[in-house]
């Protein structure tokens, strides 16, 4: 079941590169952004009340979701977009695989969980497949690249730092409480970006399609992309959850040519996608293995 919880976080995820090369030529990309987060935090604090709670009254609490909120999504999203305006679209994607690769060294470097010989070649492995998959070699070094490219792997250390901060809190609260209060200090955080792109909103771009497909980046890659990574976070290392992200570019490159013109699929995402599923069933077994001796290594401990 959390398997699959992540395998459709990532669907989602890799649907909103489908969805927004579609939206945002018509939608500016900070407007956009705005819209997701603003969305998304309405949506889940009329959840959470319509529910009656729980709600969060420990100020510790409050501070590391603030600060989870504000790394994960306002300033994840917020160093990609700038990035991604000084980068290319060919390095931001194959510098979004570091954020597993942040993850590992954080939970390791802070004591969070134990280094795994074959959960580490796995995730390994996969980010082979994902590199693999988005050709290296395409990489580009030209003079004002460098700013963006910096700024997206800030980005990507944020996120990381965001996987470490949520999973202390899913110990005491469910996603739902979590995922709202994530996505409140979020939309507090990109005020100052939302305020000028809200003011310059115009109704009628949202006509038609266009604003069906913003409702469901807001639904899909947003709400439900967020709060099912972090029921999974609530169940797995935040390793295990951070590696499922290979499955991005790979979902993506299958899902591109049934919706946009001139992509194909070729034998290089093929191959790219079975090193990846080798890589990911690698760290699930590996998690699994974990999770069945720590009962053990707790009695002997007695």
């Given at each position: 079941?959390?398997?699959?919880?992540?395998?459709?976080?990532?669907v989602?995820?890799?649907?909103?590169?489908?969805?927004?090369?579609?939206?945002?030529?018509?939608?500016?990309?900070?407007?956009?952004?705005?819209i997701?987060?603003?969305?998304?935090?309405?949506?889940?604090?009329?959840?959470?009340?319509?529910?009656?709670?729980?709600?969060?009254?420990?100020?510790?609490?409050?501070?590391?979701?603030?600060?989870?909120?504000?790394?994960?999504?306002?300033?994840?999203?917020?160093?990609?977009?700038?990035?991604?305006?000084?980068?290319?679209?060919?390095?931001?994607?194959?510098?979004?695989?570091?954020?597993?690769?942040?993850?590992?060294v954080?939970?390791?470097?802070?004591?969070?969980?134990?280094?795994?010989?074959?959960?580490?070649?796995?995730?390994?492995?996969?980010?082979?497949?994902?590199?693999?998959?988005?050709?290296?070699?395409?990489?580009?070094?030209?003079?004002?690249?460098?700013?963006?490219?910096?700024?997206?792997?800030?980005?990507?250390?944020?996120?990381?730092?965001?996987?470490?901060?949520?999973?202390?809190?899913?110990?005491?609260y469910?996603?739902?409480?979590?995922?709202?209060?994530?996505?409140?200090?979020?939309?507090?955080?990109?005020?100052?970006?939302?305020?000028?792109?809200?003011?310059?909103?115009?109704p009628?771009?949202?006509?038609?399609?266009i604003?069906?497909?913003?409702?469901?980046?807001?639904?899909?890659?947003?709400?439900?992309?967020?709060?099912?990574?972090?029921?999974?976070?609530?169940?797995?290392?935040?390793?295990?959850?951070?590696?499922?992200?290979?499955?991005?570019?790979?979902?993506?490159?299958?899902?591109?040519?049934?919706?946009?013109?001139?992509?194909?699929?070729?034998?290089?995402?093929?191959?790219?996608?079975?090193?990846?599923?080798?890589?990911l069933?690698?760290?699930?077994?590996?998690?699994?293995?974990?999770?069945?001796?720590?009962?053990?290594?707790?009695?002997?401990?007695?």
């Amino acid at each position: 079941m959390v398997q699959l919880c992540l395998v459709i976080v990532q669907v989602l995820f890799a649907s909103l590169a489908v969805t927004g090369r579609l939206v945002l030529p018509v939608v500016p990309a900070g407007l956009l952004v705005t819209i997701r987060i603003f969305g998304a935090a309405g949506a889940l604090v009329l959840l959470n009340a319509a529910r009656g709670g729980p709600w969060i009254h420990d100020r510790r609490d409050l501070l590391r979701v603030a600060v989870s909120g504000l790394l994960g999504v306002t300033a994840n999203q917020s160093l990609y977009l700038f990035g991604l305006g000084h980068s290319t679209a060919v390095n931001a994607t194959i510098l979004v695989t570091t954020a597993p690769v942040f993850t590992v060294v954080g939970s390791l470097l802070l004591g969070l969980e134990r280094p795994s010989f074959f959960k580490l070649g796995g995730i390994a492995l996969a980010a082979a497949g994902a590199v693999y998959l988005i050709d290296p070699t395409r990489l580009s070094f030209a003079p004002g690249v460098a700013l963006g490219n910096l700024l997206i792997l800030l980005g990507m250390v944020c996120y990381a730092a965001y996987f470490l901060i949520s999973k202390p809190l899913l110990a005491r609260y469910d996603a739902i409480t979590v995922g709202t209060y994530v996505m409140l200090f979020a939309a507090l955080g990109v005020l100052p970006l939302g305020i000028p792109a809200l003011g310059g909103v115009r109704p009628e771009v949202f006509h038609g399609s266009i604003g069906w497909l913003v409702a469901y980046i807001v639904v899909g890659p947003t709400i439900g992309a967020y709060f099912l990574n972090l029921w999974a976070l609530q169940r797995v290392s935040s390793n295990t959850v951070a590696s499922f992200l290979y499955l991005q570019p790979f979902l993506a490159a299958l899902a591109a040519p049934l919706i946009l013109p001139g992509e194909q699929l070729t034998g290089r995402t093929l191959g790219a996608g079975c090193l990846i599923f080798i890589g990911l069933g690698l760290v699930l077994w590996a998690e699994r293995v974990q999770s069945r001796a720590l009962p053990m290594e707790g009695l002997s401990a007695e």
